[in-house]
């Protein structure tokens, strides 16, 4: 079937330390791949996505490859700052699903 | 534009009561869905919407019911609420019109309490 395994949280950064939010999957066909962002007290927007084997996704300084051999798509920034304290989910969209499938988050909080 | 709009934010009911949670878009998207989140669960599928007049049961059904009632507007209704449903509801939209990927739009969610 289709599911998500993420990097278990919480985790608890300083602010300016490298980032790296692990997320590997298995889904049906040839999926897409998103990381959504949860801020604290709102719904989930959109932080980056990749179609195809060896996309990058970039937005806000992360980054995330597609690795289609390793199913993987972990989640990256160089340099972390406080406002980037939120929940981060992995969702692959499996081909011809109309559907995401999420993983259960990874809680993240900067510390200045 | 609005995006997804949900109504309400806030509600607290009784174990046995009713209520219908609103969701609406602007749009124009044909895909709709129900999410619920609990804490260390990330998001479930309750019901989906893939077109106006259809709806299909995601990975949590039980206890609900929905009703696309147009293309704009998918309701969630819990006829007889029970504790184990506390938690915050989402809702989401999506277009498959085009090609992928299919970035699904958020609604800022319903914190229900079941008392």
């Known amino acids: 079937g289709n599911s998500v395994t993420q990097m278990e949280g919480p985790v608890t950064l300083s602010e300016e330390a490298f980032l790296t939010i692990n997320c590997t999957y298995t889904?049906?066909?040839?999926?897409?791949l998103f990381w959504y962002v949860q801020y604290p007290g709102e719904g989930l927007q959109l932080l980056l996505k990749a179609t195809k084997a060896d996309d990058k996704g970039s937005n806000k300084g992360f980054e995330a490859t597609y690795r289609k051999e390793t199913t993987s798509f972990h989640l990256e920034k160089g340099s972390v700052q406080v406002s980037d304290s939120a929940v981060y989910f992995c969702a692959p969209s499996p081909q011809g699903a109309q559907k995401l499938v999420f993983g259960q988050g990874t809680r993240l909080t900067i510390n200045p | 534009n609005a995006g997804v709009t949900q109504t309400p934010k806030f509600q607290v009911l009784k174990t046995g009561q009713s209520m219908t949670l609103q969701c609406a878009q602007d749009?124009?998207?044909?895909?709709m869905y129900w999410y619920r989140q609990d804490p260390g669960m990330g998001l479930r599928l309750i019901y989906y919407?893939?077109?106006?007049?259809?709806?299909d049961k995601g990975e949590v059904p039980n206890g609900y019911n929905v009703s696309r009632l147009n293309k704009r507007e998918f309701s969630l209704r819990l006829e007889s609420a029970a504790p184990s449903q506390t938690s915050v509801y989402f809702c989401a939209s999506t277009d498959f019109s085009g090609p992928p990927p299919y970035e699904q739009y958020f609604g800022p969610g319903t914190r229900l309490t079941v008392t």
């Open positions: 919407s893939a077109s106006e007049g259809t709806t």
């Open positions: 749009m124009n998207h044909n895909s």
């Open positions: 889904a049906t066909g040839y999926p897409s």
